[in-house]
């Protein structure tokens, strides 16, 4: 911040106040009157002029320094806009980064859809524990599609999907391989945890077993939200794919064709037989 202007000298002003003080104002003189007028007169043209000088004396540039003449007190520089985020100190920033991973429902991990993603290595053990997720949960798959009509191929896509094959927090902490939500005000006990999904508030439902929650799945897609997706046969995962997408299942905007890409990569359709 700039310092104050000092005070500057003015010896005119300084004979005015004299001369001010000597002449009595109370005067009815005629030529008294007149003589203190034209002293005002000349004070206040020649305070004027010295305005006008100290103007044209200004740097022709910027309005910066325009703005630090006309404010004593300013150094003619725009304030910085105060962003809370840098004024956290690092360390809380990285915490707190930390903890949001820390907490994640669902990373993804198990589940590159690119072409390129990761080495020859990681891909194959991608998909080796892709497929060791359908060989332990596929019979859950066929008794809901038995059940609730609902094809094993698309179960076992969105629990795949949902449950970064079955190592995702959520899956191994709550039993939830797919990702349900949890939207009732006056929960007990046990019935769901809070994990960092959408935001850091989302809570999430806990079943006692993964077969539990292959039922709530079945449960969740017969209401009424999901309801026009039964019109579609059981072999029509492409129908069922883009349906749940459109439905709101997910905020993914991907999430139809990274189903459709599960099911084709592993063949999950010979499920649906």
Same mark, same amino acid.
């Given at each position: 911040?700039?310092?104050? #202007?000092?005070?500057?000298?003015?010896?005119?002003?300084?004979?005015?106040?004299?001369?001010?003080?000597? $002449?009595?104002?109370?005067?009815?003189?005629?030529?008294?009157?007149?003589?203190? $007028?034209?002293?005002?007169? %000349? #004070?206040?043209?020649?305070?004027?002029?010295?305005?006008?000088?100290?103007?044209? =004396?200004?740097? !022709?540039?910027?309005?910066? =320094?325009?703005?630090?003449?006309?404010?004593?007190?300013?150094?003619? &520089?725009?304030?910085?806009?105060?962003?809370?985020?840098?004024?956290?100190?690092?360390?809380?920033?990285?915490?707190?980064?930390?903890?949001?991973?820390?907490?994640?429902?669902?990373?993804?991990?198990?589940?590159?859809?690119?072409?390129?993603?990761?080495?020859?290595?990681?891909?194959?053990?991608?998909?080796?524990?892709?497929?060791? %997720? #359908?060989?332990?949960?596929?019979?859950?798959?066929? !008794?809901?599609?038995?059940?609730?009509?609902?094809?094993?191929? $698309?179960?076992?896509?969105?629990?795949?999907?949902?449950?970064?094959?079955?190592?995702?927090?959520?899956? #191994?902490?709550?039993?939830?391989?797919?990702?349900? &939500?949890?939207?009732?005000?006056?929960?007990? &006990?046990?019935?769901?945890?809070?994990?960092? @999904?959408?935001?850091?508030?989302?809570?999430?439902?806990? %079943? *006692?077993?993964?077969?539990?929650?292959?039922?709530?799945?079945?449960?969740?897609? &017969?209401?009424?939200? %999901?309801?026009?997706?039964?019109?579609?046969?059981?072999?029509?995962?492409?129908?069922?794919?883009?349906?749940?997408? *459109?439905?709101?299942?997910?905020?993914?905007?991907?999430? @139809?064709?990274?189903?459709?890409?599960?099911?084709?990569?592993?063949?999950?359709?010979?499920? @649906?037989?």
């Amino acid at each position: 911040m700039a310092k104050p #202007v000092p005070y500057a000298h003015n010896p005119l002003q300084e004979l005015f106040e004299r001369m001010k003080g000597s $002449i009595k104002l109370k005067s009815k003189g005629f030529w008294g009157r007149v003589g203190i $007028i034209a002293l005002l007169v %000349y #004070v206040m043209l020649h305070k004027d002029i010295s305005i006008d000088l100290e103007f044209q =004396s200004l740097p !022709d540039t910027p309005r910066e =320094s325009l703005a630090a003449a006309a404010d004593p007190f300013s150094d003619g &520089k725009k304030a910085k806009p105060v962003s809370l985020k840098e004024n956290v100190p690092a360390g809380k920033k990285a915490k707190s980064a930390q903890a949001w991973d820390d907490n994640l429902a669902n990373t993804f991990s198990n589940l590159g859809f690119e072409e390129d993603a990761g080495s020859k290595a990681e891909r194959e053990a991608k998909r080796r524990k892709k497929l060791a %997720y #359908v060989k332990k949960y596929a019979a859950y798959a066929k !008794d809901e599609m038995k059940r609730a009509g609902i094809p094993a191929s $698309i179960t076992l896509a969105q629990g795949l999907l949902e449950s970064n094959a079955g190592e995702s927090r959520l899956a #191994v902490d709550n039993n939830n391989h797919f990702g349900i &939500k949890c939207f009732s005000r006056t929960c007990k &006990k046990g019935h769901c945890s809070n994990y960092t @999904d959408d935001t850091h508030k989302d809570f999430f439902r806990k %079943y *006692k077993s993964p077969a539990e929650s292959y039922k709530a799945h079945s449960e969740l897609l &017969k209401g009424d939200r %999901y309801k026009p997706l039964f019109k579609y046969k059981k072999t029509d995962y492409i129908s069922w794919a883009t349906g749940l997408k *459109k439905a709101g299942y997910a905020t993914d905007p991907n999430y @139809d064709q990274k189903l459709i890409e599960l099911i084709q990569d592993l063949g999950l359709d010979a499920y @649906d037989d």
